[in-house]
């Protein structure tokens, strides 16, 4: 049996990966232009926040929705619109989530859902500063993401042409009128999110 070239074996990897150079990008520079979709299964919140000076709870807001207009040669003309469904809060811990809910903290029988609007991205290469207004319990008040953009091609499953970000943020619950346990509990909130866009 003749041993395949190094070279040509190499080359036959490649066309056979989904994952193949040639359909992805980190260069945001390269990233198709124009309207995207979240990924509802891939976008999230983690949140942290410090309990009594103990310890750090942490807890995740899953199956965000949105949309994101795309110009990375312009990002000034780039937008970012998302919803949070605050009653899918989770912790792993069932009692902990029905306080979260509750009307001391997320109140969601009130407040559903939380929103985020950009009104401005400004971008540096992969890194970008999003601020934009958040509105939670019903208050509205600005809040500056700081983003890395981490890659852009075809999705290896779906076959759909994808971005994806990374980001973090803190803010205070007092803003947002959760002024429970203060200051025992943290008022600071760590936030990280991830997140896939669609193209449409």
Known sequence: MKH?????????LCLA?????QETTTSPLQVSPGAYQADPGHTRVTWS????????????LPA??????????TPTAS??????????????????DNTLK???????????????????????????RITGNLTL????????????FNQAGIGP??????VGFDATAKIKRSDFGMTAYLPMLGDEVELRIEAEFKKK
């Open 4 to 12: 395949l070239p190094l070279a040509a074996f190499a080359a036959a």
């Open 17 to 21: 990966s989904p994952l193949a150079a």
């Open 49 to 60: 926040v410090k309990h009594l000076g103990f310890s750090t709870y942490s807890g995740i």
């Open 64 to 73: 965000i929705t949105g949309t994101l207009t795309l110009d990375a040669k």
């Open 79 to 96: 937008r970012v619109e998302v919803t949070i469904p605050m009653d899918k809060v989770g912790t792993l811990d069932a009692a902990l």
């Open 102 to 128: 509750a009307p001391d903290f997320f109140d969601v029988a009130k407040f559903p859902t939380a929103t985020f609007t950009s009104t401005r991205i400004e971008a540096t290469g992969r890194k970008a």
């Open 137 to 148: 319990r019903g208050v509205t008040k600005p809040v500056t993401l700081d983003a890395t």
């Open 157 to 162: 499953v779906d076959k759909v042409y994808t």
